[in-house]
């Protein structure tokens, strides 16, 4: 028994061992999987870098042009517009989000959730259907002047910054809404409770107690909102506002001059690390409570004018930023189905699928294994590396595209050359203008959207099962693949579908990186909006709001939860 008994304490000092050697921090480089996160890391910083260090080299020339012409207003247009969507979004977010989750009033069970569609809904198809409808020659206008006889000189120009400022902030206060809500739900009631035990009305508990506390939380979304405002391509483009992201397509595609695209693009980059900066200061003073979510009997019953008016303001909300919109493409959609619908809209349709499976398998293949290698190597080196994997998310499609493409292209006149100079044959162009460019480019913007799904799924796994595994001499790709991929699946899942619709909806990067002839829904939306053929847009943009829906029912379910 002693003999057994010392044999089996040995053995589990033996596993014991290799579990300390399996998570203790190391800084050998010689670690295969501590690689993987600094490669990735160096892929990304690629395309940033090549950005970024146009600004070291600066071509005088380009510059001058650039303040002559455009630059100027460039920078205002773009300020006005992140100013009055940041504004709006918080103002519009915030309100609704303590509406729902303080009071109780007809219907608050629906806006919980239904408040989140608008997600699901492309801010570019918003901007085409705004115009649609509420243009000059729209219906709304027309059968205004029908019934009035005349013009009416006091309907608001829609196509003004106003007009795109407003569509962003219906497209972009889910962001604020969604984050603001977790923590009213947490702090709503106890906050305003604590407030009135001072003596505070409830409107002083919200400013002066509820509001303060939530404050990281609004900063957070507001933040978010102003990534996507800045990033944006296809809102701008359609009501023709221009700010960065239309100048770098038109310097590129217009002017055909990728240095003055280049500039512009190293001068976006660093307005959005400005950005990502204050994001990541707010987000530092976060601080996480372990309270339960608010029941329904807790909230406050509101009841006569009071309650009605609540309603009316979600009611109103929800129906301008998804339920008109939605029922205007399919309006136009079926009136065009009949004779616009044929074998190109199959093509969109394929093209489009073929590119987010191909990025969804490559980018949630990275994601993958840098959990996995994070798991394994937690030391704060790693961790570091992993956080720069992941900014390209936060850096606009169009300046990716700009940075992808010049070394692509450096590159691509390299092999030609050097295949001319060994084997005496032209080679042409052999990556430019291919899949790979754009598959390189899609999973530099979402490595992201699919690492943080994956990685929570992975903190889920507790260290027992590590431990068990090891014990049975499995690690390494063994373990990854027969016990950590198993239990990843749902984490998986959920980061192939965010992926999957993004890159349905990506525009930028599509257009200016897309193989010749190459076109997706995106870009057919983008081409009939160019015209203003509105109808034509809305079939393949009805395709996109029905792919959108998926990840936002994946993400109510699990705000419910």
Not at 107 to 122: C, H, T, V, Y
Request: overall charge positive; aromatic content about 14%; proline content about 5%.
């Amino acid at each position: 028994m002693k003999g057994k008994e010392v044999g089996s304490t040995g053995n589990n000092a033996n596993a014991r061992s290799r579990l300390y050697s399996f998570s203790a921090p190391s800084y050998r480089v010689s670690s295969g999987w501590r690689l993987i996160p600094f490669l990735v890391a160096a892929f990304v910083l690629i395309p940033v870098g090549t950005v970024i260090s146009s600004l070291f080299s600066p071509a005088s020339d380009v510059w001058q042009h650039l303040f002559e012409t455009t630059l100027p207003g460039l920078l205002v247009n773009t300020f006005w517009l992140a100013l009055g969507v940041a504004l709006g979004t918080a103002l519009l977010g915030v309100s609704l989000a303590w509406f729902t989750s303080v009071f109780e009033f007809p219907g608050r069970k629906f806006f919980s959730w239904a408040l989140l569609l608008p997600l699901a809904i492309p801010a570019y198809v918003t901007a085409f259907v705004a115009l649609g409808l509420f243009d000059y020659i729209g219906p709304v206008q027309t059968t205004i002047r029908t019934w009035l006889e005349q013009d009416p000189a006091w309907f608001p120009n829609v196509r003004s910054r106003a007009g795109v400022t407003v569509v962003m902030i219906l497209a972009f206060y889910p962001y604020v809404y969604l984050l603001a809500r977790n923590a009213f739900l947490t702090q709503g009631k106890r906050s305003l409770e604590a407030a009135q035990s001072l003596g505070l009305n409830r409107a002083q508990g919200f400013f002066k107690v509820a509001l303060p506390m939530a404050r990281p939380w609004i900063a957070g979304g507001v933040m978010l909102a102003l990534m996507e405002t800045l990033a944006d391509f296809g809102t701008v483009a359609v009501f023709n506002y221009d700010t960065f992201t239309t100048a770098i397509y038109k310097a590129w595609f217009g002017m055909f001059s990728l240095p003055a695209a280049s500039q512009l693009a190293s001068l976006l980059i660093v307005i959005v690390l400005v950005v990502i900066i204050i994001e990541q200061q707010f987000r530092s003073r976060m601080r996480y409570t372990e309270a339960r979510q608010s029941s329904s009997v807790n909230r406050i019953p509101l009841a006569g004018l009071r309650a009605w008016l609540l309603a009316g303001f979600a009611s109103g909300t929800l129906f301008f930023a998804f339920f008109l919109p939605v029922a205007q493409l399919s309006v136009w959609a079926f009136n065009v189905f009949a004779s616009d619908f044929n074998q190109r809209y199959l093509e969109f349709l394929w093209h489009s699928l073929l590119l987010s499976a191909f990025a969804v398998l490559l980018t949630c293949s990275v994601a993958v294994l840098m959990v996995y290698a994070a798991r394994r190597h937690p030391d704060p080196v790693t961790r570091g590396a992993v956080w720069i994997s992941t900014i390209g998310y936060a850096l606009p499609g169009a300046v990716l595209a700009v940075g992808i493409f010049i070394p692509i292209a450096w590159l691509d006149s390299h092999l030609g050359e050097l295949a001319l100079r060994l084997f005496n044959m032209e080679t042409g162009l052999l990556i430019q203008g291919t899949l790979v460019t754009m598959l390189v480019a899609y999973m530099t913007r979402f490595l992201a959207v699919s690492y943080h799904p994956i990685d929570g799924a992975m903190h889920r796994i507790t260290a027992s099962i590590d431990e068990a595994a090891v014990g049975l001499g499995v690690s390494g790709w063994a373990a990854l693949w027969r016990v950590h991929l198993p239990i990843l699946k749902g984490g998986i899942f959920t980061a192939a579908t965010l992926v999957f619709v993004d890159v349905m909806k990506e525009m930028p990067i599509t257009l200016m990186t897309r193989p010749f002839g190459w076109d997706t829904l995106a870009v057919r939306i983008f081409e009939m909006t160019s015209e203003g053929e509105w109808e034509q847009a809305a079939l393949p943009a009805v395709v996109l709001v029905l792919a959108g829906l998926l990840p936002i029912i994946f993400l109510i379910r699990q705000t419910e939860k």
